[in-house]
């Protein structure tokens, strides 16, 4: 059984960082990586791991995406928080691709864990 559990969401001070965790199982996937849906807006891909293709996208911004293989658990840190990262945060992957990017990934994501919710305010 796939599954992706999504942890470490929650109210958090502008200025202030939290890491999100994603345990996987149940699957051999070409991609896994974080997307994020805010408030009346469409979802959009922050970052993905392909170690298939051998690439990490890990640095974006404030954005870190890091993979503990032993733990089956993909990692997202997010340093400096600002009100408008509110949103509910998504681990999801897909099991099939060949020299795809991470833009490409995310739009052909398979799996989906429930979300965990970022809520940024003073």
């Known amino acids: 059984q796939v599954q992706l559990v999504e942890s470490g969401g929650g109210l958090v001070q502008p200025g202030g960082s939290l890491r999100l965790s994603c345990a996987a199982s149940g699957l051999d996937y070409y991609a896994i990586g974080w997307l994020r849906q805010a408030p009346g807006r469409e979802r959009e891909g922050i970052s993905c791991i392909s170690e298939k293709d051998g690439f990490i996208d890990s640095v974006k911004g404030r954005f870190t995406i890091s993979k503990d293989n032993a733990a089956n658990t993909v990692y997202l840190q997010i340093n400096n928080l600002k009100p408008e990262d509110t949103a509910i945060y998504y681990c999801?992957?897909?099991?099939?691709?060949?020299?795809?990017?991470?833009?490409?990934?995310?739009?052909?994501?398979?799996?989906w864990g429930k979300g965990t919710l970022v809520f940024v305010s003073s």
């Open positions: 999801a992957a897909t099991t099939y691709g060949s020299g795809w990017s991470c833009g490409e990934a995310f739009s052909r994501m398979e799996y």
